[in-house]
Nanobody, 116 residues
Framework: QVQLVESGGGLVQAGGSLRLSCAASGSSLDISAMAWHRQAPGKRREWTATITRDDGTVYADSVKGRFTISRDSANNTVYLQMNSLKPEDTAVYYC??????????WGQGTQVTVSS
């Protein structure tokens, strides 16, 4: 069983910054990749960024150059540094962990609201 605990969401003005965290815990935790997704009101959940076990990173075009994903492998924690936030970044942000043995797990989500 894998548990994910997210934190760091909140309300920020446009142009501001927030840093999200997601800590994974569980037995035999062999993580292949960690990712962030987001879901805006009335929209489908969309992928935002991924970091692999060898620290390769990939970003959605909508956040490229503004968001940075990173991880602390020793503590199985993934971060999302969000800069130059826009109102359209308002969403519930979910972290996702993909295990090497197969299977993936989602966090509970954290709300990010960007005011104009």
């Amino acid at each position: 069983q894998v548990q994910l605990v997210e934190s760091g969401g909140g309300l920020v003005q446009a142009g501001g910054s927030l840093r999200l965290s997601c800590a994974a815990s569980g037995s035999s935790l062999d993580i292949s990749a960690m990712a962030w997704h987001r879901q805006a009101p009335g929209k489908r959940r969309e992928w935002t960024a991924t970091i692999t076990r060898d620290d390769g990173t990939v970003y959605a075009d909508s956040v490229k150059g503004r968001f940075t994903i990173s991880r602390d492998s020793a503590n199985n924690t993934v971060y999302l540094q969000m800069n130059s936030l826009k109102p359209e970044d308002t969403a519930v942000y979910y972290c996702k962990v993909v295990l090497t043995r197969g299977g993936s797990y989602w966090g509970q989500g954290t709300q990010v609201t960007v005011s104009s």
